[in-house]
């Protein structure tokens, strides 16, 4: 296409806020918000609609010991990191502190959405907006929805698990689904001396504004290959 973009949507498609041209990050700088059916709003204040990703210290950073299989690294994409993640307990050691539990999986999945917010107080209205969960996983009535890249960056477009947090609390609000928590977890993968890390942030929003999200918790998980026994 006229503008390099192999796909027009992706025109749109600014998940981290370097992706933005330059005059629009000085300052408050403005940012895009998806509205659905193809239209967008721009609001200003971009430190409302990225969130910048908290550090990592040492005392979160764990050596993981594992077996590869055959298929670990047979593709690149993101679905395979959060494979890797499932099979090799990772999720499981993150989320619930627990090797043994068994969380029940539903995979990647595009649906649409319908509804409001607000942002820097503005009010913002959804009409079939587009949204994606790379993974949800449900324990105890309790709802993670997953969000995968396999690159580390400095931010991301809060949007992506805002979106995802919305569609389940219309449900939990309406009676609809009988919901617990609502949590959002962002993974990243990314080589690191030829070692691959795995880097968690796990969020949960308070009510339906943009900003108000909030750090759970956060680990890093240095994957170290051994041979089977």
């Given at each position: 296409m006229a503008l390099?973009?192999?796909?027009?949507?992706?025109?749109?498609?600014?998940?981290?806020?370097?992706?933005?041209?330059?005059?629009?990050?000085?300052?408050?700088?403005?940012?895009?918000?998806h509205l659905g059916k193809g239209f967008h709003q721009f609001v200003q204040d971009q430190s409302f609609g990225f969130h910048?990703?908290?550090?990592?210290?040492?005392?979160?950073?764990?050596?993981?010991?594992?077996?590869?299989?055959i298929l670990n690294d047979f593709d690149s994409s993101e679905a395979n990191v959060l494979s890797i993640a499932y099979n090799q307990l990772i999720l499981h050691d993150f989320l619930y502190g627990d090797r043994r539990a068994n969380p029940q999986v539903y995979f990647s999945r595009r649906t649409k959405h319908t509804g409001d917010y607000t942002v820097n107080g503005e009010r913002v209205e959804l009409t079939q907006v587009q949204l994606e969960m790379d993974l949800v996983l449900e324990r105890q009535s309790n709802?993670?929805?997953?969000?995968?890249?396999?690159?580390?960056?400095?931010?991301?477009?809060?949007?992506?698990?805002?979106?995802?947090?919305?569609?389940?609390?219309?449900?939990?609000?309406?009676?609809?689904?009988?919901?617990?928590d609502i949590q959002c977890c962002f993974l990243q993968k990314h080589e690191v001396d030829a070692i691959n890390v795995m880097r968690f942030h796990l969020y949960r929003f308070h009510?339906?504004?943009?900003?108000?999200?909030?750090?759970?918790?956060?680990?890093?998980?240095?994957?170290?290959?051994?041979?089977?026994?």
């Open positions: 390099g973009f192999s796909n027009k949507y992706d025109a749109t498609k600014l998940d981290h806020s370097s992706k933005y041209p330059e005059n629009m990050q000085h300052g408050n700088g403005w940012f895009l918000v910048q990703f908290e550090n990592v210290e040492d005392s979160e950073r764990v050596e993981w010991q594992y077996v590869p299989s709802i993670t929805v997953f969000e995968a890249k396999k690159k580390f960056h400095k931010d991301f477009a809060t949007y992506q698990l805002f979106h995802p947090y919305l569609y389940f609390e219309r449900f939990r609000r309406t009676g609809k689904l009988m919901i617990g009510n339906r504004q943009l900003d108000s999200i909030e750090l759970i918790r956060k680990k890093e998980y240095i994957l170290r290959e051994t041979a089977p026994l």
